[in-house]
């Protein structure tokens, strides 16, 4: 099974831009439909994004459109999430996952088998 592994997050002001990162370890991230999903404290586990192949679709949870950009670069088998207008409530753990199954419209943790041990993003002043 691949493992996933996650980079980047932090701290970080309101309005400020953060990056997050996840590489595949044991296969390569063509083979995977990846997302990103985010959970805070006392919260269930939320989507965030999704991004596919082949095909490049990208799906993006509604909170987060316009602000955060998810994107692959498959020769280095990472996936990105830049993230953008960073707000207090974006705060939470980021977590990676993988499915062998296609598509832009799988948005729920329970699709995906394959999940990194998350990086945590805090947004405060």
């Known amino acids: 099974q691949v493992q996933l592994v996650e980079s980047g997050g932090g701290l970080v002001q309101p309005g400020g831009s953060l990056n997050v990162s996840c590489t595949t370890v044991?296969?390569?991230?063509?083979?995977?439909?990846m997302a990103w999903f985010r959970q805070a404290p006392g919260k269930e586990r939320e989507f965030v994004a999704v991004?596919?192949?082949?095909?490049?679709?990208?799906g993006y949870a509604d909170s987060m459109k316009g602000r955060f950009t998810i994107s692959r670069d498959n020769d280095k088998n990472t996936v990105y999430l830049r993230m953008n207008f960073l707000r207090p409530e974006d705060t939470a753990v980021y977590s990676c996952?993988?499915?062998?199954?296609?598509?832009?419209?799988?948005?729920?943790?329970?699709?995906?088998?394959?999940w990194g041990r998350g990086t945590q993003v805090a947004v405060s002043s």
């Open positions: 996952a993988a499915t062998g199954r296609w598509g832009a419209s799988r948005r729920t943790p329970c699709e995906y088998k394959s």
């Open positions: 044991g296969d390569y991230v063509t083979s995977y439909t």
């Open positions: 991004s596919t192949w082949p095909g490049g679709s990208t």
